[in-house]
């Protein structure tokens, strides 16, 4: 009886461990995983204006890099005829990137400019002038930079202004 009883549960595993449980292949799933895993290609003349429904995503960009930054080399500006982005990155970006035509993948950085804002920049500018950090015409022209914040607020009638840019993830050469 034992070994009747051995022999069904040795026979019960081996058939469950060989049980190949396949499920049918829904082509629409697929496709729905593989477009979710696509990143969108925004051209840059239009990058400011769609840039606020891609907040925290992905997304793809091809331009020319204008400029790398030349104090640590971690941003670089992406232009074409249309338009253009800041790119940021942790890692520095090699000068011989300048005019080169590329495609970054980054993701979308939403900075918000509001009157807390300007009002914090403006202390900024009283202390660092204060201090002999800036001289006269540094502090008059971050000033005048303050109220045209204010300024573009009051003329589109918003409480903020959206500045985009991207978080560098990749880059490739531009096809």
């Given at each position: 009886?034992?070994k009747?009883?051995f022999l ?6 081996i058939?469950?461990?060989?049980t ?11 496709t ?9 290609l ?17 997304v793809?960009?091809?331009?020319i890099?204008?400029?790398v930054?030349?104090?640590g080399?971690k941003?670089i500006?992406l ?23 590329i495609?970054?993948t980054?993701?979308?950085v939403?900075?918000r ?10 202390e ?7 201090e ?8 008059e ?13 009051k003329?589109?009638?918003?409480d903020h202004?959206?500045l ?12």
């Amino acid at each position: 009886m034992k070994k009747i009883v051995f022999l069904l549960l040795v026979t019960t595993f081996i058939i469950s461990c060989k049980t190949d449980t396949k499920q049918p292949i829904d082509e629409n799933s697929e496709t729905s995983a593989m477009e979710a895993q696509e990143k969108p290609l925004l051209a840059l003349g239009e990058f400011d204006t769609k840039a606020g429904e891609y907040v925290n995503k992905e997304v793809e960009v091809k331009g020319i890099v204008d400029h790398v930054c030349k104090h640590g080399g971690k941003k670089i500006l992406l232009v074409t005829d249309d338009g253009d982005v800041h790119i940021n990155s942790d890692e520095r970006f090699e000068e011989t990137l300048k005019g080169s035509e590329i495609s970054v993948t980054g993701v979308v950085v939403e900075e918000r400019i509001d009157e807390s804002y300007c009002l914090k920049m403006d202390e900024d500018n009283i202390k660092s002038h204060s201090e002999g950090v800036s001289n006269k015409e540094q502090f008059e022209a971050k000033k005048k930079h303050v109220q045209q914040y204010r300024d573009q607020m009051k003329a589109n009638n918003v409480d903020h202004i959206s500045l985009y840019s991207l978080k560098y993830v990749s880059h490739t050469e531009a096809e």
